[in-house]
T-cell receptor, first 115, second 111 residues
Framework: ETGVTQSPTHLIKTRGQQVTLRCSSQ?????VSWYQQALGQGPQFIFQ???????GRGNFPPRFSGLQFPNYSSELNVNALELDDSALYLC??????????????FGQGTRLTVV | SQQGEEDPQALSIQEGENATMNCSYK?????LQWYRQNSGRGLVHLIL?????REKHSGRLRVTLDTSKKSSSLLITASRAADTASYFC???????????FGGGTRVLVKP
């Protein structure tokens, strides 16, 4: 167990709807990153939050947005859902240290299906 | 787009054999990490190797890194059926862990 929890585990939404996914980071970690993993592919970086501020974004449209709270938990929001948004959404918790890369610990993911 | 490319895409071996998979990447990195994923669920961190390191061991795992060739390898020795999973390499370009993943190697260990 990594100590990173995501909710819900599964979700079915209709095209055009909005969805919010949640992530609780591991104790002591200050950074949360979100990834989208389509079936049969590697995860793709969506964005990262560090101390409640967005700290980098991948190639995803603005309808993907997020928040990080003072306790370092995080939300991923997706508006105007499209069929291609169907994927496993993974949250990763890590400790950002100056100049040093550290391990990222992943939650079990939220399986989103858009119909 | 994905920076890393794993090779092979799939690997089938007998229990007790060694499994080797390779990862190539395109840009300079701060670190490279290997992860395991079972049945499309969460990723389990296996090992992190920094750009100034060449080899690292953890139990039955051995990772090498060649920054001149922009490549890494993961060796699993004496494989077990429980090692059946998809393995991903991920590169980090800075301290903040914005990871770029490859497409993964699917490993099947037959009992």
């Amino acid at each position: 167990e990594t100590g990173v929890t995501q909710s819900p585990t599964h979700l079915i939404k209709t095209r055009g709807q909005q969805v919010t996914l949640r992530c609780s980071s591991q104790s002591g970690h200050n950074t949360v990153s979100w990834y989208q993993q389509a079936l049969g592919q590697g995860p793709q970086f969506i964005f990262q939050y560090y101390r409640e501020e967005e700290n980098g974004r991948g190639n995803f449209p603005p309808r993907f947005s997020g928040l990080q709270f003072p306790n370092y938990s995080s939300e991923l929001n997706v508006n105007a859902l499209e069929l291609d948004d169907s994927a496993l959404y993974l949250c990763a918790s890590s400790l950002t240290l100056t100049q040093v890369g550290t391990e990222a610990f992943f939650g079990q993911g939220t399986r989103l299906t858009v119909v | 787009s994905q920076q890393g490319e794993e090779d092979p895409q799939a690997l089938s071996i007998q229990e007790g054999e060694n499994a080797t998979m390779n990862c190539s990447y395109k840009t300079s990195i701060n670190n490279l990490q290997w992860y395991r994923q079972n049945s499309g669920r969460g990723l389990v961190h296996l090992i992190l190797i920094r750009s100034n390191e060449r080899e690292k061991h953890s139990g039955r795992l051995r990772v090498t890194l060649d920054t001149s060739k922009k490549s890494s390898s993961l060796l699993i020795t004496a494989s077990r059926a429980a090692d059946t999973a998809s393995y991903f390499c991920a590169t980090g370009r800075a301290a903040g862990n914005k990871l770029t993943f490859g497409g993964g190697t699917r490993v099947l260990v037959k009992p």
